[in-house]
């Protein structure tokens, strides 16, 4: 049974920052492709960035510049760093991860998904 534990939604004002956490296994981190997705009700999830087994990351183009995804193998953590929120970001975000992912965007890719952490951005 894989387990993600997300944390790190909250409520900020717009141009503020958050940093979203998805802790997992050592084994998890070090050998799958994690990424960070979000979803607002009526509209499809959308990937964000994910960061590869080997570190590799890739983004979204509206998080470009704005989103740094990285992880902390000591701690079995991924995290999502967000600088410049604004409005349009305000969604639920989840955690996935895969283990072979070759298109990054496609949800079917991902093999477990976390619970999700809200970031509303007023």
């Known amino acids: 049974h894989v387990q993600l534990v997300e944390s790190g939604g909250g409520s900020v004002q717009a141009g503020g920052s958050l940093t979203l956490s998805c802790a997992a296994s050592?084994?998890?981190?070090?050998?799958?492709?994690m990424g960070w997705f979000r979803q607002v009700p009526g509209k499809e999830r959308e990937g964000v960035a994910v960061?590869?087994?080997?570190?590799?990351?890739r983004y979204a183009d509206s998080v470009k510049g704005r989103f740094s995804i990285s992880k902390d193998s000591t701690k079995n953590t991924v995290y999502l760093q967000m600088n410049d929120l604004q409005p349009e970001d305000t969604a639920m975000y989840y955690c996935?991860?895969?283990?072979?992912?070759?298109?990054?965007?496609?949800?079917?890719?991902?093999?477990?998904w976390g619970q999700g952490t809200q970031v509303t951005v007023s």
């Open positions: 960061i590869d087994s080997d570190g590799s990351t």
């Open positions: 996935a991860v895969g283990r072979s992912v070759r298109r990054w965007r496609r949800i079917v890719e991902y093999d477990y």
């Open positions: 050592a084994y998890i981190v070090n050998n799958y492709c």
